[in-house]
């Protein structure tokens, strides 16, 4: 499994330049029609509301993309660090013409990013000692970044795409004619450790004879979870997964198991609410 805990300078140019295309496209007709004059002004980046925060490193490519004099002036918070409200997370000092173009840009990234890790951080906390993981259930194009968000909540990172874990899911299961047909076809192309998806008690103890080396338990109520940790004692790790709420984690989190994996970690997380503002 591919643990993202950095982002390439590659990576964000990358973003940034396509997000900038995608806002500005020909031009800033407003800023362009109200500015006389372009001077430097300083912009505060505010939290408002408590969050984890993630993304500065993009944010700040943001306005060096539009200025390549722009400062950051003052103290600044990390990638992970958690934020009180009403606290300030970076300042931008810039042309303000900079300011302008790149401010939505700017905060529609560290916002999204930011979700994601304040998102991961309540449920890791919740979770403990259990391991959270998240999903493939991403954003196409953006995967690297939100990620890179669930490590800076807390999160581990699950397979980053089809090609570095194996993992046997139900169309896996009923393409191959079972769970043991699949493990033995997987067994005679890779030596990679095996996790299989199951549904049932009956799923988990097939796939505990054929040795595999992750047993999920897909969408499985606590008492039958319960059940399938006492069946496979120790001789396979055990994911959690479907549809987990952070209401219902303290069902699972206090059971004998290894992982829960939360899709909404990237697919569900709200956009924490961050303002920039100019100073005049």
Request: glycine residues 8%.
């Amino acid at each position: 499994m591919t643990q993202i805990n950095s982002l390439t300078a590659a990576q964000m140019d990358d973003l940034v330049t396509r997000a900038l295309e995608e806002d500005l496209g020909s031009g800033d007709i407003t800023t362009d029609g109200i500015l006389s004059s372009d001077g430097i002004a300083t912009a505060d980046v505010t939290a408002k509301e408590s969050l984890v925060v993630c993304g500065l490193d993009i944010f700040r490519r943001v306005f060096l993309h539009l200025d390549t004099d722009a400062e950051f002036p003052g103290s600044a918070a990390k990638d992970g660090s958690e934020v009180p409200a009403q606290s300030e997370i970076i300042q931008v000092k810039a042309k303000t013409s900079a300011l302008l173009k790149g401010e939505r840009t700017a905060l529609n990234i560290l916002q999204r990013l930011s979700g994601i890790a304040t998102l991961t951080r309540k449920f890791v906390d919740a979770a403990k000692p259990v391991t959270i993981l998240d999903t493939r259930k991403t954003t196409p194009g953006l995967r690297v970044f939100e990620k890179y968000a669930v490590h800076c909540g807390g999160g581990t990172n699950h397979r980053f795409g089809l090609y570095d874990a194996i993992l046997i899911k139900d169309n896996h299961i009923k393409m191959a004619g079972g769970i043991s047909p699949a493990i033995d076809r997987i067994r005679n192309q890779s030596s990679g450790k095996i996790e299989v998806e199951t549904t049932n008690l009956d799923e988990v103890k097939e796939a505990l004879e054929m040795g595999a080396d992750i047993i999920m338990l897909d969408n499985m109520a606590p008492e039958t979870v319960k059940k399938a940790v006492a069946m496979i004692d120790g001789k396979s790790k055990i994911e959690v997964s479907g549809s987990m709420s952070l209401e219902g984690l303290a069902r699972f989190s206090q059971l004998d198991i290894d992982y829960i994996s939360v899709g909404a970690l990237t697919h569900s997380a709200r956009a924490v609410d961050i303002s920039m503002n100019i100073k005049s």
